[in-house]
């Protein structure tokens, strides 16, 4: 009996200790609550969120993070649809991501080219307009004087073209008007139809700029070379044109004129790269009056004191014209062009330039050194590499 109530003392007793050790250390950790914000001191509290705004400055300075765009984070499954893919892909695109805006908005650059073309020189035109193309980076706007014969067969011509070729141009077909003087006496100028470049600035009021060239000139490199000396013009240029020829001492107009001209050897109004813009708002200095005309209002009265004594027609107007306003021409296409300087049939063909010609400006009446012995322009007439039709 006593050793039964002696267990069960001490059974009673190690239960009370076991309850008494659990307790104790219940009692030393108490649960933990949730702070309560601090309403009782609103500038501790303003405080410590600027602190808090301030480390989270810091870290997104070191993780390189704009601050303005929150930090978002994306949960991506292991297994994701390829259709998802291309779904977010698009999505992306549709909101600009990683374009400028720059390239959306701005207006391609378009090169304005002019060409007058008179009786048989339907072929010979559409050759240049093909070596213009072959080349160009830019698109390119034809301005096309022709006769009223020739217009359905440059359009006929034109069309025949492959899509990835016409996409690359455009072009408006003009006739042949002159707005000052008697059409027929223009018209008869030195060639055919060649006054008509005189009147540009005249008929072509809505373009800033424009190359022009004649019939019988082949492109050999982009026109955008040409076209970037606009972008050096100073405050008073408004042409740019090439030397009649390169020695003086046996230039034609050094030797033979009876007129005023520009310089020591003349220029060549074969190629002309013009501001019309500045043309049409600039009065020219003459020998007539001594106020300045403006350029239509100059044309027919220079024409009528000199046409006894030109032999070039319309480029000896241009040559006294920039007699007398020197300031406004700049020689940059001396470098850039090649002609054929040949008073004789039977001199050899020389072509001379110090850098990789633009273009080339060849003599095109019939039996020319050009027409006899290079054969350039059935180079660029064919273009069988391009499956253009033959013309």
């Known amino acids: 009996m006593r050793i039964h109530c002696k267990i069960v003392i001490a059974v009673c007793f190690g239960v ?7 307790v104790g250390n219940a009692a030393d950790d108490p649960p933990l609550k949730e702070v ?5 001191f609103p500038k501790f509290s303003g405080l410590r969120n600027n602190v808090a705004s301030k480390l989270t400055k810091k870290t997104l300075d070191e993780l390189h993070i704009p601050h303005k765009q929150p930090l978002t984070y994306r949960k991506v499954s292991k297994v994701s649809s390829r259709g998802n893919v291309i779904a977010k892909s698009r999505q992306r695109s549709d909101m600009g991501v990683g374009r400028p805006a720059s390239k959306r908005t701005r207006a391609e650059e378009v090169m304005h080219l002019a060409v007058v073309a008179c009786g048989n020189r339907l072929d010979e035109t559409l050759t240049m307009v093909k070596s213009a193309l072959l080349f160009s980076i830019k698109s390119i706007k034809f301005h096309i004087f022709a006769e009223d014969p020739l217009t359905s067969q440059f359009e006929k011509g034109l069309s025949q073209w492959p899509h990835a070729i016409t996409n690359k141009f455009q072009y408006s077909i003009y006739p042949i008007t002159f707005s000052v003087g008697n059409a027929e006496e223009w018209k008869k100028l030195f060639k055919p139809c060649a006054a008509q470049r ?3 600035p005249v008929i072509l009021k809505d373009v800033d700029s424009l ?14 070379d040409m076209w970037s000396f606009l972008k050096a013009f100073n405050t008073t240029q408004l042409a740019a044109m090439a030397p009649e020829h390169e020695i003086p001492k046996i230039g034609w107009y050094s030797r033979f ?3 005023p001209f520009y310089g020591v050897t003349g220029v060549n109004s074969g190629v002309m790269l013009m501001n019309l813009t500045r043309i049409r708002s600039t009065l020219f200095k003459n020998s007539m009056i001594t106020s300045g005309l403006s350029w239509e209002d100059l044309l027919h009265p220079l024409y009528q004191k000199y046409k006894n004594h030109i032999t070039w027609g319309d480029q000896d107007l241009l040559n006294i014209i920039f007699h007398y306003n020197s300031g406004t021409l700049v020689l940059p296409l001396s470098s850039t062009t090649t002609q054929v ?3 004789s049939l039977s ?12 273009l080339f400006h060849y003599k095109s009446w019939p039996g ?3 027409a006899m012995d290079l054969r350039l322009t059935s180079v660029f007439n064919n273009a069988s590499f391009l499956q253009w039709p033959k013309m």
């Open 36 to 40: 309560e914000e601090d309403n009782y």
């Open 341 to 343: 300087h040949s008073s």
């Open 257 to 259: 004129a009876r007129h």
């Open 198 to 200: 005189l009147f540009l």
């Open 368 to 370: 020319s050194p050009i």
């Open 211 to 224: 190359l022009y060239v004649d019939t019988d000139v082949l492109f050999l490199r982009p026109m955008d």
């Open 16 to 22: 009370f200790l076991l309850l008494y050790f659990f």
């Open 347 to 358: 001199l050899p063909l020389q072509l001379r330039h110090t850098l990789p010609p633009s």
